[in-house]
């Protein structure tokens, strides 16, 4: 891996040699995408990653961990006896069902990653105090002992916030002495004290202040004689203020109160406020998550083998517990062990947003996009390269095929029985509260006998030349141990430029392998020219002012169009922009249908169908338009005042309750504060939300 120092310097040289850059923008901009169904998105990359280079798995993927709750249990009891699925879930040999795929290995290996995870002392020692070379922004430096001691430094704020403002009267001392000259008939014993004792106090009080501080072992008793002396220095003051005179002191007088109103500080206030600092921070980190509860005011005390033990005999385990269950996010830090000790895999990941190198190795086998904003709980991309593209531009298409279904389901337009037989999986993606019952994973094991029986008939109607690629343990070989796992690549990195998905389409259209059929999946139909509405016709304002953010979210579609022509001309990535473009367009031009047949015949129950319609296609489009961050902060307001104005029609026409948040919180895409300014709204939403970033 990389050192820090390497990193930088790689760094430098991207930026000094713009091709290499552009280049892996480009491939980032066609990596794959992957399903974060589960949270899993790390591990569906990983086992895609498996897949397309024809790597062996581990051998006990399906063996039963400590960690593993009734579903994953469940999981494997119905794979362990069946070496023929086996072997068809971990090769690529039926390409068609690779979604699904790796929905299942996703599962399977955040239970394999846990368990392993539990069992090395590396992983153990890395999580606890990291001691190798970090990057800039680099998360695998927040470790248990990190936040522990934030923790105890912020529990110890009464100390360090009261020598902090001890230093900064300190510097007020030169200007006390030269009011002390200006002035005339200061009290002999006031000139003392400003000019002796308090200094001496003051310069006593901060050395006994950083001891504390420096001391390993804090102590309550610290945090009283820091008030303490708070108080007594406050009272000084005071009494050095009542024996100056106005008329004669008053310059003096206004040094003291500034003094005093410096010094005016509620410490317990100061400690709070740190803690929760600290919560805030690591709020979403499994590790601080799972040991929540040891993270309290008895911490004060507690020394650097306390802290280590308890990391030993509890914490750890909680951690990995707590990392085993489905849905918690997982970071690039929590699986590095393994990765990097365990398994030996040169991995490196990018940012999305740019391109630039963030963490791993310079010569990669397995390369990850990733967002940068987000680096703790981010989503992935895998990047392909020749040897991989063969098998992955499978995926895309069929991630599609399921979204579709997936907004179908939501919206109520085709029974579930239909969507099941297309997508068997397809309730699996979708979010729980959108679930009338269950859980995704509920869903996922009871549709895996279907899905199992469906693969098994694939791969009789399979010939051997169809086979992309077999282990070999299908050839009765003894797989080698996890360090072998993964075999070195004949295209690493960016060391050859690899054909991207779109340029691979252009001699074999990946979107012509079925989903579970030998169909060919077809393009949705273009939008028909829909009737045209007069503004001067809508009856009432609610009509019109949807009208006008209508035209307006026309307008940034234009305008999103044109700037993507505009970047193709200068040979500037463009396609983000024609893709939030064409969304922005669709989303339009479904709105103006759905909105055109309303106002035909407008009433109470026409509005349930045109309100269904609108939330549908909002639901649709949005995960496009959300990623294009460049633009999305103006889409994000239309569309919101869509969703106001929906609501507001639904007033005026008496339908009550018409929005809310059954599906994954998606249809408010603003601060709570700005729905406070929308009165009529308040009584009747039970919640307006900013939006959710999950995605499925």
Known sequence: MLSPVEAEKLVLEEKENGAILEQRKQRINEAVDVSAALNNCFFHAYALHLLSNQHVFPPNLFDLTEFDGEHIVTLKEMLSK??????????????????????????LFRSWFCAQLFHSEAGRDALFDFKGDAYNGDIRVFTFLRMASEYQDALFTPVSKTRSLFQNL??????????????????????????????????????????????????????????????????ILEEVKKKLQPEH???????????????????????????????????????YIANKHFFNETLLNKDLEFIQEYWHKEGYENFCKFLNLSNTKISYADVDPILTNLIHLPYAIYSERDGSFLVGNLDASMELALDFGRLDGGHYKLLTNPKTIELLQHYPSQKEHYLRNREAFLARKAPAKDLIKDTVFVEAIIPKSALDSGT???????????????????VGQTSQKEDVGSSSASEGKEPPPPSEVLENTTQKGDSTRPLTLTEVSDQRDPLSVAVDSGETIQEPPENETPETINPQDLSNTKLQKFYQQLEQLRGKAEELRGKAEERKQKRRP??????????????????????????????????????QQSLAAIEKHQPTLERHRNEYGQLKQIIGNIVL???GIGIFYGVALMIN????????????????????????????????????
């Open 82 to 107: 069946d070496v023929v699925l086996q072997h068809e879930l971990t090769t690529a040999s039926t390409p068609d069902y690779l979604f699904e795929k790796t929905l299942v290995l996703g599962i």
């Open 170 to 235: 300190q510097k007020e001392f030169p200007t006390w002495q030269h009011l002390l000259e200006e002035s005339a008939d200061v009290p002999e014993d006031v000139s003392r004290a400003l000019e002796q004792l308090l200094p001496a106090e003051i310069e006593a009080s901060i050395a006994t202040l950083q001891a504390d501080e420096k001391n390993p072992l804090k102590s309550v008793e610290s945090l009283k004689n820091a008030e303490q002396i708070l108080k007594r220095t406050i009272n």
């Open 249 to 287: 002191h008053n310059p003096l007088i206004d040094a003291i109160n500034e003094a005093k109103k410096s010094l005016n500080c509620d410490l317990v206030i100061e400690q709070q406020s740190a803690l929760v600092t600290v919560e805030m921070k690591y709020y979403d980190f499994p590790i």
């Open 440 to 458: 995704p994973l509920d869903f996922l094991l009871g549709k895996l006998p279907l899905f199992l029986e469906n693969l098994k008939q694939k």
């Open 574 to 611: 463009f396609l983000n922009y024609k893709r939030a473009a064409n969304d922005a367009e669709a989303l339009y031009n479904e709105l103006y249908k759905a909105f055109n047949e309303f106002v035909k015949s407008p009433g109470a129950k026409e509005f349930e169908r045109f309100n």
């Open 645 to 647: 104005a929906i609501a």
């Open 661 to 696: 948040r059954t599906i994954n919180g998606r249809y408010f895409f603003f601060a709570p504060q700005t729905a406070q300014n929308v009165s009529k709204l308040e009584n009747m939403l039970p919640e307006i939300a900013p939006e959710n970033k999950s995605t499925f």
